[in-house]
């Protein structure tokens, strides 16, 4: 299975998580994707930290509107009573609370919710953006990333790298794997397509704890 295929899947399985009404985030990079695969008969409605209320799914080539894009420069179609506003406003939305559920990429997490997003030691990266905000003011959190990066486990016993934020994740999910963080530990819940618990395991750093109804059942 390709890359591509790998973050369609996981895009998927986040878009799962969606509730009617929700107020959602999208997360620049494979997060963005989730917004191709929102499930018919849910409506939420997705916000950009760059001012934008109401945005639709990403434009497919030749389809795009170059003044209209996301926090992640991507084209993106607007829906009925879209708003749009400065980056002040954006912002107080999410310090005040009002996101329902944010949807991130990681470098790292770990068994206790800690986050490392924004930095690699030594090397220029453009800046966190408003990852720091969102995980402070969404009242739920999804990291949604590949399991390993060229073999080596993303999912920790502790984050090496400097935190973008401490116990705040709520739920992992990865081609491999979906993962509840909780007061007893890192919980597995569910197996993805293709994989297996062997392999979940050997990816994994961080101790995990298997859910009593674990999906899908042998």
Same mark, same amino acid.
């Given at each position: #299975?390709?890359?591509?295929?790998?973050?369609?899947?996981?895009? $998927?399985?986040?878009?799962?998580?969606?509730?009617? +009404?929700? /107020?959602?985030?999208?997360?620049?990079?494979?997060?963005?994707?989730?917004?191709?695969?929102?499930? $018919? +008969?849910?409506?939420?409605?997705?916000?950009?930290?760059?001012?934008?209320?109401?945005?639709?799914?990403?434009?497919?080539?030749?389809?795009?509107?170059?003044?209209?894009?996301?926090?992640?420069?991507?084209?993106?179609?607007?829906?009925?009573?879209?708003?749009?506003?400065?980056?002040?406003?954006?912002? @107080?939305?999410?310090?005040?609370?009002?996101?329902?559920? *944010? /949807?991130? +990429?990681?470098? $790292?997490?770990?068994?206790?919710?800690?986050?490392?997003?924004?930095?690699?030691?030594?090397? #220029?990266?453009?800046?966190?953006?408003?990852?720091?905000?969102?995980?402070? +003011? @969404?009242?739920?959190?999804?990291?949604?990333?590949?399991?390993? @990066?060229?073999?080596?486990?993303?999912?920790?016993?502790?984050?090496?790298?400097?935190? *973008?934020?401490?116990?705040?994740?709520?739920?992992?999910?990865?081609?491999?794997? /979906?993962?509840?963080?909780?007061?007893?530990?890192?919980?597995?819940?569910?197996?993805?397509?293709?994989?297996?618990?062997?392999?979940?395991? $050997?990816?994994?750093?961080?101790?995990?704890?298997? @859910?009593?109804?674990?999906?899908?059942?042998?």
């Amino acid at each position: #299975m390709n890359i591509g295929n790998e973050k369609d899947i996981i895009a $998927q399985r986040v878009a799962r998580e969606l509730k009617d +009404g929700y /107020v959602v985030n999208l997360g620049i990079g494979l997060p963005s994707l989730v917004s191709n695969f929102i499930p $018919q +008969g849910v409506h939420i409605t997705l916000h950009g930290e760059n001012g934008l209320l109401g945005m639709g799914a990403l434009c497919a080539p030749g389809k795009e509107d170059s003044n209209v894009i996301n926090a992640g420069n991507q084209f993106v179609h607007v829906k009925k009573g879209a708003c749009f506003f400065d980056s002040a406003l954006s912002f @107080a939305m999410i310090r005040g609370g009002h996101i329902d559920m *944010t /949807v991130l +990429g990681a470098l $790292q997490v770990d068994e206790l919710g800690n986050i490392a997003s924004h930095v690699v030691p030594g090397k #220029m990266v453009p800046g966190m953006g408003g990852a720091m905000d969102l995980v402070a +003011g @969404a009242r739920k959190v999804i990291v949604a990333m590949l399991h390993t @990066a060229k073999g080596t486990p993303k999912i920790l016993k502790r984050c090496t790298l400097p935190l *973008t934020a401490k116990g705040k994740v709520h739920m992992i999910i990865t081609e491999k794997a /979906v993962m509840e963080v909780t007061s007893q530990g890192l919980v597995l819940t569910e197996i993805m397509p293709g994989a297996s618990l062997d392999e979940i395991i $050997q990816g994994t750093e961080a101790t995990l704890c298997i @859910a009593d109804n674990l999906l899908p059942k042998n």
